[in-house]
Nanobody
Framework: QVQLVESGGGLVQAGGSLRLSCAAS????????MGWFRQAPGKEREFVAL????????TYADPVKGRFTISRDNANNMVYLQMNSLKPEDTAVYYC?????????????????WGQGTQVTVSS
């Protein structure tokens, strides 16, 4: 089992930045694809970004390309999401997720472990 805990969310003005962290415990995530998803009120959970187990593949949803950067530190079992130039439409609960399969996919269904989420609110 893998436990994931997100942190770093908060309230920020439009144009500002936040860095989300995801701390994994229970076992190493070094062989897992790690993803970030978000869910806004009244909307379905959507893909934000992912990083392959070795960092060799990075994928972003179109709305965040050029503004968000995903990274991982396998030695410390951590994953990060740097969010710049934030917009009010980025407001959501952000979730960290781990996929045991050694493939890269953006569907939330493929992910095996989830954190509890961290709230990000961007004011206009």
């Amino acid at each position: 089992q893998v436990q994931l805990v997100e942190s770093g969310g908060g309230l920020v003005q439009a144009g500002g930045s936040l860095r989300l962290s995801c701390a994994a415990s229970g076992r190493t995530i070094s062989s897992y694809t790690m993803g970030w998803f978000r869910q806004a009120p009244g909307k379905e959970r959507e893909f934000v970004a992912l990083v392959r187990w070795d960092g060799g593949i990075l994928t972003y949803a179109d709305p965040v390309k050029g503004r968000f950067t995903i990274s991982r530190d396998n030695a410390n079992n951590m994953v990060y999401l740097q969010m710049n130039s934030l917009k009010p439409e980025d407001t959501a609960v952000y979730y960290c997720a781990a996929d045991r399969a050694m493939i890269v996919r953006t569907s939330a269904r493929g992910y095996d472990y989830w954190g509890q989420g961290t709230q990000v609110t961007v004011s206009s």
